[in-house]
């Protein structure tokens, strides 16, 4: 999954790198985490989650209820979900005004789950920015059998 991550963004040092593995009873849990920095004024991160030990069919179902939620939200609205077919994605996003602090959580190929914050920025532009650059269909296919990906994309409600 770390190859999935950001080599580098524009304007910002990469700044701490992690990763884990654990098992929790029947659930295990795989996550790459990177974080990016100007100074003390701007950061972003993105963190990939493995949910396929246990947890992604409830973590699936949040997230693309919260993206349906905000369905009606117009396309301009920083907090308009997003709805990337091509791209195996749904997730919502929020922002904070009073703390600058904005987030993006996506859905990708039923299993994966993929966290862009950032803090600094105005607006969501810079996480959905950071979030499309990211070569999430080829995440959505990273332990998929051909039939699995025909059924995928079948499934896939928007």
Do not use: C
């Amino acid at each position: 999954m770390r190859t999935f991550l950001p080599e580098d963004l524009a304007g910002l040092q990469r700044a701490q790198e992690g990763g884990s593995t654990g098992r929790y009873g029947e659930v295990s849990i795989s996550e790459v985490e990177r974080s990016f920095t100007h100074g003390e004024d701007r950061e972003v991160k993105v963190r990939i989650v493995d949910t396929s030990g246990g947890l992604g069919k409830k973590l699936g179902q949040t997230i693309r209820a919260a993206a349906d939620e905000g369905r009606d939200r117009a396309t301009n609205d920083p907090t308009a979900p997003i709805f990337w077919k091509d791209k195996e994605a749904v997730g919502f996003v929020r922002y904070d005004a009073s703390t600058t602090l904005a987030e993006a959580s996506l859905l990708v190929g039923n299993r994966y789950v993929v966290a862009v914050s950032s803090r600094g920025y105005p607006g969501t532009v810079e996480v959905r920015r950071v979030a499309k650059d990211i070569d999430l269909e080829g995440l959505a296919r990273l332990h998929q059998t051909p039939a699995e990906r025909t059924a995928n994309r079948k499934e896939l409600p928007w």
